[in-house]
């Protein structure tokens, strides 16, 4: 078969571990690189590549996706292979499919994140890395335990502390889980449960993490006016701890705010200088994506999507709810709704056919059409859509951005929220073209040879997983492009354009992308594989060693 040896022969390699780009051709056989080097010679049984005027890159991982569902859905993470991503990390900002409990409210509040659950439920953590070990997913797959359905199904949907016997349970849970091969916890603090954990509950959770060296991954609580305190609290649990924290994607939200980065870079600078092994996700958009409850104040979500229903139902708690959306908040949370604005809210994945012409607009404008507030109207579009519609939210420092993704120790990830049909946000199909083409060649923000190190054996090392580079004994995750068309193609007006210059993705050398016409489109069809990870590596150098 004509992956099992091939000769990728007279094009230019990035080869992932931050070398400069050079001319070399790549040797595969048995699903592995087993020569790189110059001029080599085509040997008896191998397929020839021609790649004249090419450059071969490793595989992108997907540090930050949303893809726990999505990867037992048929066709669903084209958009990751369409951009030459074979790795995702699942779990990010405490989402995730399990633990999972019937009827137990998890699934109508994650939907607008994860999109449509799997028909399975997982009561524990290890059966859902079973069934993805089971399936022959579309991609290589780590998983992150996500913080909110570990916490649901020990005490469910409500906003309260966790007491002492419930902590135990929790960190007993996710003791098994990283185990048995999590790469880590996963937080998402700005999100009902898990804004509602409390310190004790986070320390023995971070100490589970630390035990078993693996990473804890944080949404953290406010990315706005309140963005260094949360930060603080974030660095004083992997202090306290002794685990290793990375950020998901850091950056400062409200215009009011923006500015700030250089301080937030110099205050992780200094962590890390203490020892703390902090390292963070970015991606290259100002614009973010999530669910739309999130707008509400957080003892809506009190029990999840069920609660929120309710208090837009119940015209008192209705009230209240829309005077505290239009008032800054005094809490740790961020109100997004006043910082922002609601001309910089875009509302997407509508289910009503008479709605979905609002695809994609700002909510300023729909409630102009509708001729109410904009309050009024998100709260009457969400009741229509029981609950479950997401939010694009223009409310980033592109400054801020091009300096975190100038750090060296923050890795690429998507955000994307995955659907099949309907508006999304771009980068769901281009942030990793977006990253080298825009803010590496065009902008020279930084390198491409680092920017590629950091989309592939980087942060592969950082959660413990090998490959990422293409050197003899490494996977054969490769994709080839052409340098001089290369460049993404969505836009927020057409979101699904896929990547342009990208001419094959393989995944342990079998190719992957483009999609034949014969090939199968079942969720079970794919070459990827489950990553169990043991310990990760530290991101510090040498003689930081932090507190054991």
Excluded at 461 to 483: C, E, K, N
Aim: net charge negative; hydrophobic share 40%; glycine share 12%.
């Amino acid at each position: 078969m004509m992956h099992d040896r091939q000769l990728i022969r007279g094009g230019d390699l990035l080869d992932g571990t931050g070398r400069p780009r050079r001319r070399a051709d790549v040797r595969i056989a048995g699903g592995r690189v087993v020569e790189v080097g110059t001029d080599l010679s085509l040997t008896e049984g191998e397929t020839l590549r021609d790649t004249t005027g090419r450059l071969l890159l490793p595989g992108f991982i997907d540090v930050h996706s949303h893809d726990d569902a999505a990867l037992l859905r048929p066709r669903a993470l084209d958009p990751k292979l369409s951009q030459g991503v074979t790795a995702t990390i699942v779990g990010n900002c405490g989402h995730g499919c399990a633990p999972s409990v019937a009827g137990g409210g998890l699934e109508d509040y994650a939907r607008p994140v994860l999109g449509p659950f799997p028909e399975q439920v997982f009561p524990r953590f290890t059966d859902y890395l079973d069934v993805v070990e089971r399936s022959a997913t579309a991609l290589d797959v780590i998983a992150l335990v996500p913080h909110a359905p570990l916490r649901a199904s020990v005490m469910g949907m409500e906003q309260k502390p966790a007491d002492a016997v419930q902590i135990r349970e929790m960190a007993a849970h996710l003791d098994e889980a990283l185990s048995a091969g999590a790469a880590g916890l996963s937080l998402g603090l700005m999100y009902s449960p898990g804004s509602a954990a409390g310190r004790d509950e986070l320390l023995a959770l971070a100490r589970v993490v630390a035990r078993r060296g693996k990473v804890l991954v944080a949404h953290i609580r406010n990315e706005g006016g309140r963005l260094e305190g949360s930060l603080e609290e974030f660095l004083a649990l992997g202090r306290d701890a002794g685990c290793a924290l990375h950020i998901s994607h850091l950056k400062v939200t409200g215009a009011a705010n923006f500015g700030t980065m250089p301080r937030i870079i110099d205050r992780l600078e200094a962590a890390r200088a203490e020892g703390i092994d902090v390292t963070a996700d970015v991606y290259p958009y100002t614009a973010g994506s999530t669910t739309a409850s999130t707008l509400f104040p957080s003892w809506t979500t009190d029990r999840g999507t069920d609660s929120l229903l309710e208090v837009l139902t119940d015209p008192d708690a209705r009230s209240r709810a829309l005077e505290e959306m239009r008032t800054p908040w005094d809490g740790p949370l961020e109100n997004q709704f006043t910082s922002v604005g609601p001309e910089a809210i875009l509302l997407a994945g509508f289910s009503d056919p008479q709605a979905q012409a609002f695809d994609g607009r700002a909510l300023a404008d729909i409630a102009a059409e509708r001729g109410e507030d904009p309050a009024e109207a998100l709260a009457d579009l969400l009741l229509a859509e029981d609950g479950v519609l997401t939010i694009i939210v223009h409310h980033s420092d592109p400054q801020g951005m091009r300096e975190v993704l100038s750090w060296p120790h923050a890795f690429l990830g998507s955000d994307g929220l995955p659907r099949e049909e309907g508006y999304v946000h771009p980068r769901l199909f281009g942030t990793f073209p977006r990253a080298l083409s825009t803010y590496a060649w065009a902008e020279g923000v930084v390198p491409a040879e680092e920017v590629v190190r950091r989309m592939t054996s980087a942060p592969r090392a950082r959660f413990g997983v090998a490959g990422g580079s293409i050197v003899p004994g490494a996977p054969a995750d490769l994709q080839i492009i052409d340098p001089a068309t290369y460049m993404d193609r969505a836009d927020y007006q057409n979101p699904r354009r896929e990547t342009q210059g990208l001419d094959a993705v393989l995944l342990g050398g079998r190719p992957v992308w483009p999609r034949r016409p014969e090939a199968p489109g079942d969720a079970g069809s794919g070459s990827g594989q489950l990553h169990r990870t043991g310990p990760v590596g530290r991101s510090l150098p040498s003689g930081r060693t932090g507190d054991e």
